[in-house]
T-cell receptor, first 116, second 113 residues
Framework: AQKITQTQPGMFVQEKEAVTLDCTYDTSDQSYGLFWYKQPSSGEMIFLIYQGSYDEQNATEGRYSLNFQKARKSANLVISASQLGDSAMYFCALRRRGSTLGRLYFGRGTQLTVWP | DVKVTQSSRYLVKRTGEKVFLECVQDMDHENMFWYRQDPGLGLRLIYFSYDVKMKEKGDIPEGYSVSREKKERFSLILESASTNQTSMYLC????????????FGPGTRLTVL
């Protein structure tokens, strides 16, 4: 079974500071993908960043970067220069190649609060 | 702009009613998904579909059924709604490639009284 663990139910960070949201995963697959989504209080799920298991470089998208440590099976999201609008729930998700055809396995999420 | 739409943002139903939640995507995606989201539990997969008329059970299919008669439309059916099905329901769709993200609809907040 695939498992995604987000150990931080809640995180607080001051505006303009960087924050790291933890994600560890458990899979026996060699090829897989890792995704991070943001869910503001309005409820929509917003895709942030993707990391493939064979990607040599850590993924980056603007202020978001992924600290991917394959041997440790961790894929932590780093948000630099936090903004008030970053306050949201963040989900880490795993996608397997092959038969599950696009299914994502989600963690339980981390609620990030950015304060002024 | 890609779009996944859901028929209702908010829905209130009575126990025992049959409930239909509709999801439509305009991206020609093969795969579509229904999740429910409850506080502290993250997103849990109810059912998914990889082609017209094809469906697979997710982790919590009990009490639900689905229908996919057309590629762009995926319906979730609560045959006899119960109070423990009060939740946020999210629909998503994606292509088959590993690096393709899922696109989500805005969600339906269902309350069963």
């Amino acid at each position: 079974a695939q498992k995604i663990t987000q150990t931080q139910p809640g995180m607080f960070v001051q505006e303009k500071e960087a924050v790291t949201l933890d994600c560890t995963y458990d899979t026996s697959d060699q090829s897989y993908g890792l995704f991070w989504y943001k869910q503001p209080s309005s409820g929509e799920m917003i895709f942030l960043i993707y990391q493939g298991s064979y990607d040599e470089q850590n993924a980056t998208e603007g202020r978001y970067s992924l600290n991917f440590q394959k041997a440790r099976k961790s894929a932590n999201l780093v948000i630099s220069a936090s903004q008030l609008g970053d306050s949201a729930m963040y989900f880490c998700a795993l996608r397997r190649r092959g038969s599950t055809l696009g299914r994502l396995y989600f963690g339980r999420g981390t609620q990030l609060t950015v304060w002024p | 702009d890609v779009k996944v739409t859901q028929s209702s943002r908010y829905l209130v139903k009575r126990t025992g009613e049959k409930v239909f939640l509709e999801c439509v995507q305009d991206m020609d995606h093969e795969n579509m998904f229904w999740y429910r989201q409850d506080p502290g539990l993250g997103l849990r997969l109810i059912y998914f579909s990889y082609d017209v008329k094809m469906k697979e059970k997710g982790d919590i299919p009990e009490g639900y059924s689905v229908s996919r008669e057309k590629k762009e439309r995926f319906s979730l059916i609560l045959e006899s709604a119960s109070t423990n099905q009060t939740s946020m329901y999210l629909c998503a769709s994606t292509y088959t490639r590993l690096n393709n993200e899922q696109f989500f609809g805005p969600g339906t907040r269902l309350t069963v009284l």
